[in-house]
């Protein structure tokens, strides 16, 4: 199993990134999947969900501003994040929560 994000970066507030998770090893279409973060000296945090079935659910201080979404066809899940703001500095992580299995993790650094 392989998850590999990309996208991640330095951005000035109210900026917006992209984060891809590519998936391999794994039945992509039909495992739900999260993104997670965590910043410095805090404990890692689911960010946003989605199922098989696209259905999703967010943290509270992400709705409205970010979006997850995945394509089957590619074997990968999106995170659109827009307004961004300083707090959201983290490093970023995908996961299957079908499998359990952990990408690398992308840095999201956010400058005010």
């Known amino acids: 199993v392989q998850l590999v994000e990309s996208g991640g970066g330095l951005v000035q507030a109210g900026g917006s990134l992209r984060l891809s998770c590519a998936a391999s090893?794994?039945?992509?279409?039909?495992?739900?999947m999260g993104w997670y973060r965590q910043a410095p000296g805090k404990p890692r945090g689911m960010v946003a969900f989605i199922t098989s079935t696209s259905n999703t659910d967010y943290l509270d201080s992400v709705k409205g501003r970010f979006t997850v979404s995945r394509d089957n066809a590619k074997n990968t899940m999106y995170l659109q994040m827009n307004s961004l703001k300083p707090e959201d500095t983290a490093v970023y992580y995908c996961r299957s929560e079908t499998s359990g299995d952990w990408g690398q993790g992308t840095q999201v650094t956010v400058s005010s």
């Open positions: 090893g794994i039945a992509f279409s039909t495992n739900a």
